[in-house]
């Protein structure tokens, strides 16, 4: 039975509480939006807007970031929805979508939408769950959204009315990697960057959800094994990066 769209806050919730109380999971994120930031181009004009802020993290990185989401927190900025967002056109350099992109129900109709409001050279910068050999047990069993790596992916134009809570943590892997790409997604834009990445650090950690299977100081040695595993994405990858420039 399909959850109701207030599902998202609900969530929002339980990993405000988990962020607050888990150090470890401060640091993790620390690194994956220096990742963001890196990815970032100052030079284009524009507001630089998050969709599906959550808690409202990449304030800290990026402090004039516009952060926005479905229901109000006192941290957001705007509340809004991805597929119908309140911004002139051209008016928007970068959009950012932080674990957002999977709970797209139909992901034709947002990437139409920020085509809209991103000038030519604007950037849309998706930060997802790969699925890659190892990953795919770890997302299937101890994370409660579906990985639907096989499931075909909705190519409606319009988006879905009345809205529900919606996952499918390997959208980002169907649409931009591998044999699995579709190109259909990229229209209208340049995939300048699909990088998969090991994250032993992250999914130990037990993420929002789960106790941390290590302690803090074991941190700067599982970042470097990630670093060396990274080597493999398809085997060993639990994280991805994916920016499209319009064109």
Same mark, same amino acid.
């Given at each position: 039975?399909?959850?109701?769209?207030?599902?998202?806050?609900t969530?929002?919730?339980?990993?405000l &509480?988990?962020?607050q109380?888990k150090?470890?999971?401060?640091?993790l994120?620390?690194?994956?939006?220096q990742?963001?930031?890196?990815?970032l181009?100052?030079?284009v004009?524009? !507001?630089? +807007?998050e969709?599906?802020?959550?808690?409202?993290?990449?304030? /800290?990185?990026?402090p004039?970031?516009?952060?926005?989401? !479905?229901?109000?927190?006192?941290?957001?900025?705007? &509340?809004?929805?991805?597929?119908?967002?309140?911004?002139a056109?051209?008016?928007?350099?970068?959009?950012? *979508?932080?674990?957002?992109?999977? =709970?797209?129900?139909?992901p034709r109709?947002? *990437?139409?939408?920020?085509? #809209?409001?991103l000038?030519?050279?604007?950037?849309?910068?998706?930060?997802?769950?790969?699925?890659?050999w190892?990953?795919?047990p +770890?997302?299937?069993?101890l994370? =409660?959204?579906?990985?639907? *790596?096989r499931?075909?992916?909705? $190519?409606?134009?319009i988006?879905?009315?009345? $809205? $529900?809570?919606?996952?499918?943590?390997?959208n980002?892997t /169907?649409?931009?990697f591998g #044999? #699995?790409a579709?190109?259909?997604?990229?229209?209208?834009? #340049?995939?300048?960057?699909?990088?998969?990445f090991?994250?032993?650090?992250y999914?130990?950690?037990?993420?929002y959800?789960?106790?941390?299977?290590?302690?803090?100081? &074991?941190?700067?040695?599982?970042?470097?094994?990630?670093?060396w *595993?990274?080597?493999?994405?398809?085997c060993?990858?639990?994280?991805?990066?994916?920016? !499209?420039?319009?064109?």
């Amino acid at each position: 039975m399909p959850l109701p769209l207030d599902q998202h806050q609900t969530e929002i919730r339980a990993n405000l &509480v988990c962020w607050q109380s888990k150090p470890l999971l401060r640091q993790l994120y620390a690194g994956f939006y220096q990742r963001i930031v890196a990815a970032l181009a100052p030079r284009v004009p524009g !507001l630089v +807007v998050e969709i599906g802020s959550g808690i409202g993290n990449l304030k /800290q990185h990026v402090p004039s970031a516009i952060c926005t989401d !479905l229901f109000p927190n006192p941290w957001l900025d705007l &509340v809004c929805d991805g597929y119908d967002l309140p911004f002139a056109d051209d008016t928007v350099s970068h959009l950012v *979508l932080f674990d957002v992109f999977h =709970h797209l129900e139909v992901p034709r109709a947002f *990437l139409r939408e920020a085509l #809209r409001v991103l000038p030519r050279g604007g950037r849309l910068v998706l930060f997802e769950p790969y699925i890659s050999w190892i990953s795919h047990p +770890v997302y299937g069993l101890l994370h =409660h959204e579906p990985v639907a *790596l096989r499931q075909p992916i909705s $190519r409606a134009e319009i988006w879905p009315r009345p $809205r $529900r809570y919606y996952a499918a943590q390997g959208n980002a892997t /169907q649409c931009f990697f591998g #044999r #699995r790409a579709d190109p259909a997604w990229q229209a209208g834009w #340049r995939l300048e960057k699909a990088e998969a990445f090991a994250c032993f650090s992250y999914l130990l950690s037990g993420g929002y959800s789960k106790p941390s299977a290590y302690p803090g100081c &074991v941190l700067p040695w599982l970042e470097k094994l990630d670093g060396w *595993l990274s080597r493999w994405p398809r085997c060993f990858a639990g994280r991805c990066l994916v920016v !499209l420039v319009k064109v």
